[in-house]
C-alpha cells in the first residue's frame, strides 16, 4: 500500500499520518475531492482500491470524522465551501436588470465586506506597547509600557516593566505612584 515518508526518511504507516487521517476525513465530508487525494498521495487505481480494505485505517478515519464533527471543524470547512459561492450569487444579483434596486443596492454592500477581507480589514492588536530605549549613555535602561487598547474606566493600571532589572520588578511611572498617605500626586 502506498506509504508516506517522514522528513527522517522512514516509511510511516498511513494509520499514524495525522494529515492523511484528516483529509479522508474531509473527503467523506464532501470538503475533499478523489481527484485531489490521489494526486496528492499519487495513488495508482489499486492502492486507491485497497484503502478501503484496511480496517485500522477506516476506523481511524471514522474516528477523525467524529471528532471533526464534535469540535465543529466539520461544519466550519464545509460552511467556508459554501460561502466561496456567495460572491457569484450576490453579483448575478447586482447585475440582474429586473431585480429589486433594494436587493441590488444590498448585495453590491454585501460583496464590498467580503472584498475587504485583506491586511486592512484586519482587526486592530488588543494591545498599546511603548518601549523606550535609554541605553544611549551607556546605563543599559530600557523602559517597557504594556496597556490593553480597550477604554478602561481605571487609567493608572498602565506599567513600565523593566527587563533589564536583576530582579524584575514592575515599576510605576511616577504619576501614579501612591505617597505613604495614600493619596496620588499630581
Not at 478523489?34 to 499519487?42: A, D, I, Q, S, V
Not at 480494505?53 to 460552511?79: F, M, P, Q, W, Y
Not at 494591545?127 to 481605571?154: C, Q
Request: with cysteine; aromatic share 6%; glycine share 4%.
Amino acid at each position: 500500500m502506498g506509504d508516506v515518508v517522514d522528513l527522517r526518511g522512514q516509511p510511516l504507516p498511513l494509520e499514524d499520518n495525522h494529515e492523511f487521517i484528516n483529509d479522508f476525513a474531509r473527503y467523506c465530508e464532501g470538503i475533499l475531492d478523489e481527484k485531489f487525494l490521489r494526486r496528492k498521495y499519487r495513488f495508482d487505481d489499486s492502492t486507491w482500491e485497497s484503502l478501503g480494505n484496511d480496517d485500522a485505517l477506516v476506523e481511524k478515519i471514522a474516528n477523525e470524522k467524529l471528532r471533526r464533527i464534535r469540535d465543529g471543524t466539520s461544519a466550519r470547512e464545509r460552511a467556508q465551501v459554501h460561502f466561496a459561492t456567495a460572491p457569484d450569487v450576490l453579483g448575478s444579483i447586482l447585475n440582474d436588470q429586473h431585480a429589486s434596486p433594494r436587493h441590488r443596492i444590498e448585495s453590491a454592500k454585501e460583496l464590498r465586506t467580503v472584498a475587504a477581507n485583506g491586511p486592512e480589514a484586519a482587526p486592530a492588536s488588543d494591545r498599546f506597547v511603548i518601549t523606550i530605549n535609554l541605553t544611549a549613555d551607556g546605563s543599559n535602561h530600557i523602559e517597557h509600557y504594556d496597556k490593553a487598547r480597550a477604554i478602561d474606566p481605571n487609567p493608572n493600571e498602565m506599567k513600565a516593566i523593566v527587563p533589564n532589572d536583576d530582579d524584575k520588578q514592575e515599576l510605576l511611572p511616577a504619576a501614579i505612584k501612591d505617597d505613604d498617605s495614600g493619596k496620588k500626586p499630581l
